[in-house]
């Protein structure tokens, strides 16, 4: 990135070094400034490069991530089913027995069934 002093900046120095001195410092500053200017440039470039990295998310830290979370709510969903299906299969059991044990008729039945009674 070029830098360029002001006229009066050049005249300045020119009345007080003379013309060829005043040239090398104005280029010399010129120069000094443009360096700088490209180096902090850069410099916040990739401070602000490296900062949206941080904060943004690749594609493929998402589907990472999204991935370990389908594994977690998978494995839970699983661990809830079975144990829905426990319970419900011990009220079953636990109603027919109520059923048969209360209900002489249903006992009757159980047992023409396996052949117990004839």
Known sequence: MSVRLP???Y?????AVGKEDA???VKSIETAISEA???KWSTTKEELLDAMRKE?????VF???INVLKE???SKIELTRLSLDKKFTIM?????FTIVFLNINSLEFIAKLFGILK
């Open 7 to 9: 006229l009066e900046v």
């Open 72 to 74: 977690e709510m998978t």
């Open 37 to 39: 200017t490209d180096y």
């Open 92 to 96: 079953f059991l636990i109603l027919l």
């Open 56 to 60: 943004f998310v690749t594609k493929d």
């Open 11 to 15: 005249e300045t120095l020119e009345k």
């Open 63 to 65: 589907n990472e991530k």
């Open 23 to 25: 040239t090398a410092i």
